[in-house]
């Protein structure tokens, strides 16, 4: 079994930054893809970025300039640094893991972000 812990999350100013970490255990594989989603009360569960393990990114449009994915080998530990963070950015954020060869994707337990402005 594969689990995802999240790590990095709290409370911060506006404008101020945050790096969330998340470690994974279990049958990683080496070609995957992992990312981050959040979720904010009464909101859908939206992409924020992606990482794939050759090392490919993908953005959503609110995120980019702002934040970065990155992670230190194809199996672990996944980053997200998140600077200039805005009023809009709060939510829980959660790591995926998708795993191509079993054709399985993987959700962490997420970890609260909390912007004051």
């Known amino acids: 079994q594969v689990q995802l812990v999240e790590s990095g999350g709290g409370l911060v100013q506006a404008g101020g930054s945050l790096r969330l970490s998340c470690a994974a255990s279990?049958?990683?594989?080496?070609?995957?893809?992992m990312g981050w989603y959040r979720q904010a009360p009464g909101n859908q569960r939206d992409l924020v970025a992606t990482?794939?393990?050759?090392?490919?990114?993908n953005y959503a449009d609110s995120v980019k300039g702002r934040f970065t994915i990155s992670r230190d080998n194809a199996k672990n530990p996944l980053y997200l640094q998140m600077n200039s963070l805005k009023p809009e950015d709060p939510a829980v954020y959660y790591c995926?893991?998708?795993?191509?060869?079993?054709?399985?994707?993987?959700w962490g337990q997420g970890t609260q972000v909390t912007v004051s402005s």
């Open positions: 279990g049958s990683i594989f080496s070609n995957n893809r």
């Open positions: 995926t893991l998708e795993v191509f060869l079993v054709r399985q994707i993987y």
């Open positions: 990482i794939h393990s050759g090392g490919s990114t």
